[in-house]
């Protein structure tokens, strides 16, 4: 993901997401995270996706994915998780982690092809409406 690119993965995010980062948020990370990978997945010229990943000396931490609502059940959320897990591997992770709402069962069942496993439970993790997230993870 590049600069230029943070307008339309604003929108995936608003679409997305009940309490979406801001354009600020995507842009800080780009411009001074130094631990940030962010990644865009196109289909048809139109940036219909992207994810983002912290890599912390040898772990890997999935900040956010998201596929556009019309680009669903095409396969790139799939095609985009298993790009940034190649990049992890690439960088020397030995471990990635994530949080997904425990009533995301398409996303879990998405992590699970890859391996990720529950590792714990986040009581009240999302701050829009207190729902606990399972914590998964996978030894890559």
């Given at each position: ?20 980062w801001t354009i600020d ?38 900040t956010n994915i998201a ?74």
């Open positions: 993901m590049q600069l230029a690119d943070v307008p339309a993965v604003y929108t995936i995010e608003t679409a997305s997401f009940a309490t979406p948020i995507f842009e800080r990370e780009i411009t001074e995270n130094t631990f940030a990978n962010y990644f865009v997945i196109e289909s048809d010229g139109v940036i219909a996706g992207y994810c983002g990943m912290w890599l912390v000396i040898d772990e890997a931490q999935i596929i556009l609502p019309n680009f669903r059940g095409q396969k790139l959320g799939e095609k985009l998780f298993a790009h940034v897990m190649e990049q992890a591997i690439m960088a020397g992770a030995y471990r990635l982690s994530l949080e997904v709402r425990v009533t995301n069962v398409p996303a879990q069942h998405l992590y699970r092809k890859f391996g990720l496993v529950p590792g714990g439970i986040r009581k009240n993790y999302y701050t829009d409406n207190q729902e606990d997230a399972i914590v998964m993870w996978v030894n890559l």
